[in-house]
């Protein structure tokens, strides 16, 4: 199986309304975005890291990285209502990649190892045009009006035994820029869902994600000791 090189996508903003400054906040010794970016330049799949940041700090911090190519956000794509898609758009204008995986850096639990996996997987197949993470939950859910989204209310069964419901997690997803041209959505027309564990899944979107993810880091490093 031939794999070809993989751009990734990392877009950070310096301002975060939640979690101040959570892109380069400190996490277990080192700015937090530095954690997903050792995670993706361990992988031999991937061969540049793409940045698009608005903040010189995030910019200068990349540095550390040889693989990372940083640029600084144009005024257009400025804000906190600016969509990812625009900004895919804008970074794959910035390679001639063929292929991309786009991140996030508040995943700092994501390992190389569940990036080389997913790489394997999507280029092993050809069903299907993207790939995206996502979580395996069995719990009972309900619609507005009461009823059974993934059961039968009137039939109690143990959740174990539920059927498996996938949700989104948005740590990664992996497309073509073929596809991303055809459909405008990172997720293709026809995507491939990749199961990871729910803690490696872990995302800071408010400050009790964040020491969550500390939490979790901490016990990481702690039992590879």
Known sequence: MEIPKIT???????????????NIRPLVGKPAFHWVMEALSASPYISEILVNTDSDEIFESTKAFPKIKAFMRPDFLLGDMVSIQPLIEYDIEQTDASYFLQTHSTNPLLTTETINASIEAF???????A???????KQRFYWPDGSGV???PKKLIRTQDLEPIYHENSC?????????YKIKNRLGS??????????EAADMDDME???WAEFLLQRRLANAE
């Not at 790939?131 to 939950?137: G, I, R």
């Not at 026809?190 to 803690?199: G, V």
């Open 190 to 199: 026809n995507p491939m869902m990749f199961p990871i564990e729910r803690l």
């Open 8 to 22: 990734a996508l990392v877009p950070m903003k310096g301002h975060s309304e939640r979690v101040p400054h959570k």
């Open 131 to 137: 790939l995206f993470s996502v979580t395996e939950t």
């Open 123 to 129: 280029f092993a197949q050809t069903e299907h045009d």
């Open 150 to 152: 993934n059961h039968d």
């Open 172 to 180: 990664f997803y992996i497309f073509s820029r073929e596809t991303n």
């Open 209 to 211: 994600d964040f020491y």
